[in-house]
């Protein structure tokens, strides 16, 4: 589910939980720590792509996504593309909030009208550059890039398209290589896969890797369709008709044993025939995110436009209920964002 532009969301307000995002529920332990590529050594990040696509500013909107699921994120996810320089003096201060620091997952798209192999062979590098300087100067923090998420529906395998999945590797190598050597020590890399089962039987999927040197996390963007019933049939999506999948997690585990996988979008639609679906599915997440060990962190895409449906975590009180309790359990808990 592709997004290529920053969009927020409606302010709200709510007395309980602005107590509750103010107060957290649960006191992280002192013997947890993090890497040095923002890998909690306890539990898994919490995070949230605040109210997407209704046109409030980023703050507003993460505030009253906090309020209303009556916690903090540790991970907020903005959007960029193009030309744009990231991040901006909103993200910086969410990020430096000396109460509550967060984590940027910042995704871009570095061109919209160039292809993979043209930006590969230096077609921007003087957007490339201009950013490294603006790092440099702005933001020595670390932060999570993703580059270009989910390139599996943009694959044109042609040739000479300059769109194959090849040409999406050389990309994604070029950029990061560029801005490591313009200075950019601090961006922690992710590879964001769409998490479906059509995609991955592609024959030139594997090829979209860029390489271990270049990718510190690997990440799905799975979201509760009709095939999904519950968290493990969400991160292990399978189809009958591609029936050699064994679902994206496990193929991560398979693929990638010694990299945290991060699910950097999922969200659950309304369902007409099944209102109580998002309490359930939320109930399931919390019951079963430990068996699934490697993931380290979990970012909600909540929005009442998603492309397929509304993924508001509190248009049902119940569902509300149960994405707070998540919000709240001691798997996201355990593990403080580093101070700035």
């Not at 307000?13 to 590529?37: E, G, H, M």
């Not at 490697?294 to 569902?319: C, H, M, N, W």
Request: glycine letters at 6%; aromatic letters at 12%.
């Amino acid at each position: 589910m592709a997004v290529l532009a920053a969009c927020s969301g409606a302010e709200g307000s709510n007395t309980v939980k602005d107590v509750a995002r103010s107060t957290p529920a649960v006191a992280s332990s002192p013997a947890c720590t993090v890497t040095s590529r923002l890998i909690p050594s306890c539990g898994a990040w919490w995070g949230i792509a605040p109210e997407i696509f209704t046109g409030a500013r980023l703050e507003q909107a993460l505030l009253s996504a906090e309020s209303r699921m009556g916690a903090t994120a540790d991970v907020v996810h903005v959007y960029h593309r193009g030309k744009e320089l990231f991040p901006t003096e909103q993200e910086i201060r969410l990020a430096r909030d000396p109460a509550r620091p967060r984590l940027l997952l910042i995704n871009w798209k570095p061109s919209l009208g160039q292809t993979w192999a043209e930006i590969a062979e230096g077609a921007i590098d003087d957007r490339i550059d201009r950013l490294a300087h603006h790092l440099r100067r702005t933001f020595p923090e670390q932060f999570f890039l993703t580059i270009h998420h989910e390139p599996e529906n943009d694959v044109d395998a042609g040739a000479g398209s300059g769109m194959r999945a090849t040409d999406y590797a050389a990309m994604f190598r070029h950029v990061v290589l560029r801005l490591r050597e313009r200075g950019v020590k601090n961006a922690v890399t992710v590879m964001t896969y769409m998490g479906a089962p059509n995609w991955a039987a592609k024959p030139w999927f594997e090829e979209l890797y860029p390489g271990d040197d270049v990718v510190d996390w690997v990440a799905m963007d799975p979201y509760a369709d009709g095939r999904v019933h519950d968290f493990g049939t969400l991160v292990n999506k399978t189809r009958e008709d591609f029936d050699e999948w064994p679902g994206f997690y496990r193929w991560m585990q398979w693929r990638f044993p010694g990299k945290p996988v991060m699910v950097a979008e999922w969200g659950v639609f309304e369902r007409a025939d099944d209102p109580a679906f998002k309490r359930a599915f939320f109930e399931s997440v919390r019951s079963q995110i430990r068996r699934y060990p490697q993931i380290k962190a979990l970012v909600y895409f909540d929005s009442p436009q998603a492309p397929r449906g509304d993924t508001r975590f509190d248009t049902e009180d119940t569902a509300d209920r149960a994405f707070t309790e998540l919000a709240r359990d001691q798997h996201f808990r355990a593990t403080r964002v580093p101070r700035p």
